[in-house]
């Protein structure tokens, strides 16, 4: 079916002038260019208000009149619209679209419209694009809503004008004084106006309509490349709408196609916490797993192969929720089936006739398979389906050697890919299926296959999966998944299982492994081999804790390789590569394989595995401090550590003694444990913001300990009395004094507490006289200043009482001078001449009661005002007055 029918351009008549119209703006008409001289006449004008205005009548006569000026609009713009007339356009659309309903003969010219806004838009000015924006995004919206006119022609117009967004080709004819808008503009006008969730909502409008569903699947295919389209198609419930038609009858195909495709989009460009529970539903389900099983059985051309593994990722991303309904649906033991037909016999007739071959599509279904049997089985629900399944049966069909299959020659790759998968998924499987486990003899089978892949032989796996990384050239990835396999098996505590592998010999095996990749320890490899080493010593913990037999076991060929360990540089501890990890479990393994066994301690102690461990402690590192702490407490109760301990030094003369306090010091700083310059501690002391009621508490707890000893042996004491029984001189004697001394310091307690409140009494007191005296001194402080005011204002008002102020300061001021001058002393006067005021000053006053311009500036008849500063005009100035048989006189103050 074709995208868009190109129709050839009709020819637009020459128009040799400009009529005039009543728009206010006349309406250029795109036509084409024959002759240089003809370009300015190109256009011609086409009022849109007019044809806008005869669409509003309702009258049926003018039908013929409306449908001819539609033709006429068409023909002027053949090559596309000019964005400044979209809004006026799409209102002639719209009143196209009510006229359909009742005019059918409407469809026709609204098709043409909407097929000429699949041809590029155009723009006056670059501005265009921007000022334009809000009526594009509205008329491209206005395409969606179009969809719900119950016309096949319209609709699929629309689908195809749409998918024309996404194909812009450049317009065949060059409009003078117009440019092609930018290829990108549209889609984003489509996004910005919200077309895709119009879109989503008319897949329900064409269920019935084959081939107008394709093409509305056609355009969600177009749209859902944009994150915000499928953000806006997920909100529109656009994945559980389209998954649920999945399996809808379609000869051609491309339902399944289409539909695959716009839900692949969503999944990977929106929220899978938004889409999967869209998805996670039984009709959606239903349709997954019919076209899955189609796919399945009946399909074998390339496509169909790529198609159904497709399908069977999405199922895979749906089973991870919780809440889809696998099982209910029948999706799961279908799975499983299909899972396992290869490997077990099975006689169901979905699977009778079925073979794969070792095509890729095929191969990549096998993992596939392998995968969602992991996640299905998070589900208890599912252990019943994966027992009737043969599951682990199954997957153990590849825990051995390589061979040539009987059923399906997978190749040498697929092969050891596979058979990574299936032993990864035995990690996660076998632990819920322990019956089956062990009906299947699964811990011969794992040691068996162990046992070969420590073998150094012929062959070399290709190491090109991810489950195969760091094992290229020898059997490295089959081991860490096998041990894997087996850390699962043994940390399930499962005796059954623990005892079974004891006496398959597993501790000397897995010893004996461990010396080997000691042995081959290569550069290239060392992260894989770290990781074995690791496991193997965390196999060994689990196996030997609280088994003093297993200890026995693990003996000193297993201590040996744990002071191996332990003797690594401690350098590398920093390379990342894996060295930390390995020195935990190897702690771990001292705790479970050689504390608690006599034999096993002593060679430990022979060996200096506690200088070892001291070593280790002295470097400092939090992460391994309480480990090695622990395990030095538990080694003490052995008589001959001790002297290990005492006997240990460090770099610079460091003893075990000076080590472990450091660490203790440390440990306060850390915790925040003050202390004083002697290194006392003084948490108890200098605490900020207690009240005397929190110090008398603090008393308390600071001998809280001590309380509790003298309360538990004060119990003792009555439960003796009570009991009437006679202690002998010694116990008597070491009782009453144990009873004297805590008694002693419950009144120390008291003694120290009644001295706080008496402190705090006497403090009050000091505060409450400091308030007083404050008080006082304020209150002194005022009559002070009364009495100087008062004293001052006598002096102004009782000229007395100014003589008399005189006169003292006079005095004042003799009694401080020199009774003999110096000799060659310069004498300055202290008084200003003609100088009149009732307070003490300096050389200059400036007086503000007199204008300066009446009396010729201030201080003028003062001597300092001629000797200093003679400006005319400026502040000081003297004026001359002329008087009439009268002295001259200085101008008072």
């Known amino acids: 079916m074709s995208t868009v029918e190109a129709l050839p351009p009709a020819d637009a008549p020459e128009a040799r002038g400009r009529a005039k119209s009543s728009s206010p703006r006349a309406m250029p008409v795109f036509g084409s260019v024959h002759r240089a001289e003809d370009r300015q006449s190109i256009f011609k004008p086409m009022d849109l208000n007019l044809i806008i205005k005869l669409l509003e009548e309702d009258d049926l006569d003018s039908e013929e009149k409306q449908l001819n000026c539609i033709k006429k609009l068409v023909r002027c713009y053949q090559n596309g619209f000019p964005l400044r007339d979209l809004s006026q356009i799409f209102k002639i659309l719209s009143l196209c679209a009510e006229k359909i309903e009742k005019q059918p003969s409407f469809?026709?010219?609204?098709?043409?419209i909407i097929k000429l806004c699949g041809l590029p838009f155009f723009k006056k000015k670059v501005s265009d694009e921007i000022t334009y924006t809000e009526d594009t995004a509205n008329s491209i919206a206005f395409l969606g809503k179009l969809m719900e006119i119950p016309s096949s022609k319209l609709r699929i117009q629309i689908c195809k004008c749409i998918v024309d967004f996404y194909h812009v080709e450049p317009s065949k004819k060059h409009i003078p004084g117009y440019q092609q808008v930018s290829s990108s503009y549209k889609i984003k006008m489509a996004e910005v106006g919200e077309l895709a969730t119009s879109m989503v909502q008319s897949v329900l409008l064409t269920e019935i309509q084959l081939v107008e569903k394709l093409w509305v699947l056609k355009v969600l295919q177009h749209l859902s490349t944009s994150d915000v389209n499928c953000t806006l198609m997920v909100k529109a419930q656009a994945?559980?709408?389209i998954c649920a038609h999945l399996n809808d009858p379609d000869p051609s195909g491309q339902l399944l196609f289409r539909s695959s495709d716009v839900l692949w989009n969503l999944l990977e460009k929106s929220s899978k916490e938004e889409i999967v529970p869209q998805l996670s539903n039984l009709e959606c389900l239903l349709a997954l797993k019919d076209v899955f099983k189609n796919l399945f059985m009946r399909g074998h051309s390339h496509y169909d192969r790529q198609l159904r593994n497709d399908i069977l990722v999405m199922t895979t991303i749906i089973a991870q929720n919780p809440g889809a309904p696998m099982i209910e649906c029948g999706f799961t033991r279908d799975l499983i089936l299909f899972a396992t037909f290869n490997e077990v016999k099975s006689q169901n007739p979905l699977v009778k006739s079925l073979k794969?071959?070792?095509?890729?599509?095929?191969?990549?279904?096998k993992k596939l398979l392998f995968n969602i049997i992991v996640i299905l089985c998070k589900d208890l629900t599912t252990v019943q389906l994966l027992i009737?399944?043969?599951?682990?049966?199954?997957?153990f069909s590849y825990v051995k050697k390589a061979e040539k299959l009987k059923i399906v020659e997978w190749s040498a790759a697929q092969y050891e890919e596979l058979q990574l998968h299936a032993i990864a998924a035995l990690s996660s499987v076998a632990p819920l299926l322990i019956d089956d486990y062990m009906s299947c003899r699964g811990n011969a089978r794992v040691l068996a296959f162990l046992q070969w892949c420590d073998r150094e032989d012929s062959f070399f796996i290709h190491g090109n999966s991810f489950h195969g990384t760091g094992g290229?050239?020898?059997?490295?990835?089959q081991m860490r998944y096998t041990l894997r396999l087996l850390r699962a098996m043994v940390y399930l505590e499962d005796e059954m299982v623990n005892t079974d592998l004891c006496e398959q010999g597993v501790i000397h095996q897995l010893i004996g492994i461990f010396k080997n990749m000691i042995n081959r320890l290569d550069e290239k490899e060392e992260a894989i081999i770290l990781e074995i080493q690791s496991d193997i010593l965390l196999i060994l913990s689990g196996l030997c804790e609280n088994f003093i037999k297993r200890k026995e076991m693990f003996g000193a060929e297993g201590v040996d390789i744990i002071l191996h360990v332990m003797k690594t540089d401690h350098k590398k501890l920093q390379s990342g590569l894996g060295y930390n990890v390995l020195l935990f479990s190897t702690l771990d393994c001292i705790w479970c394989c050689v504390l608690g066994c006599y034999s096993s301690e002593d060679y430990f102690l022979e060996k200096e595995g506690i200088f070892l461990l001291l070593d280790i402690l002295a470097l400092d590192q939090k992460k391994f401090c309480n480990l090695i702490l622990g395990i030095m407490v538990e080694f003490c109760d052995n008589p001959k550590t001790s002297a290990h301990v005492n006997a240990w030094q460090g770099k610079k003369g460091l003893t075990a003694a000076s080590l472990l306090i450091k660490l203790w010091r440390k440990e306060e700083k850390e915790l925040g444990v003050k202390r004083d310059k002697n290194g006392m501690i003084v948490g108890f002391e200098n605490l900020p913001g207690l009240s005397a009621e929190d110090f008398v508490t603090l008393c308390i707890i600071h001998r809280y300990l001590d309380f509790k000893v003298g309360e538990i042996?004060?119990?003792i004491f009555e439960e003796i009395k009570l009991e009437k029984l006679k202690l002998v001189d010694s116990d008597e004697d070491s009782l009453n004094f144990i009873i004297a001394a805590s008694e002693n310091v419950g009144?120390?307690?008291?003694?120290?507490?009644?001295?706080?409140?008496?402190?705090?009494?006497?403090q009050d007191?000091?505060?409450?006289?400091?308030?007083?005296?404050?008080i006082q001194a304020t209150h002194k402080q005022r009559d002070l200043a009364n009495k100087s005011w008062e004293y001052f204002m006598a002096r102004t008002s009782n000229p007395k009482t100014l003589k008399k102020a005189k006169r003292l300061q006079e005095k004042a001021i003799e009694s401080s001078r020199y009774i003999e001058c110096p000799q060659n002393a310069i004498y300055h006067r202290t008084v200003i001449k003609g100088l009149n005021t009732t307070v003490p000053s300096g050389q200059v006053v400036t007086v503000e009661s007199t204008p300066a311009r009446l009396l010729g500036g201030h201080l003028a008849d003062t001597d300092i005002a001629l000797k200093t500063l003679p400006i005319r005009g400026g502040a000081l100035q003297k004026v001359k007055m002329k008087t009439l048989n009268e002295p001259k006189k200085g101008i008072p103050i």
């Open 107 to 112: 469809v026709d010219p609204a098709s043409d």
């Open 239 to 241: 994945a559980s709408r």
């Open 356 to 365: 794969l071959s070792n095509a890729y599509e095929d191969f990549e279904l």
């Open 388 to 395: 009737d399944g043969k599951v682990i049966l199954a997957l």
């Open 472 to 477: 290229r050239g020898n059997k490295f990835a």
């Open 713 to 715: 042996w004060n119990e």
């Open 747 to 762: 009144k120390m307690v008291v003694s120290l507490q009644s001295e706080m409140i008496e402190n705090q009494a006497r």
């Open 765 to 774: 007191v000091q505060n409450e006289q400091r308030a007083y005296a404050k």
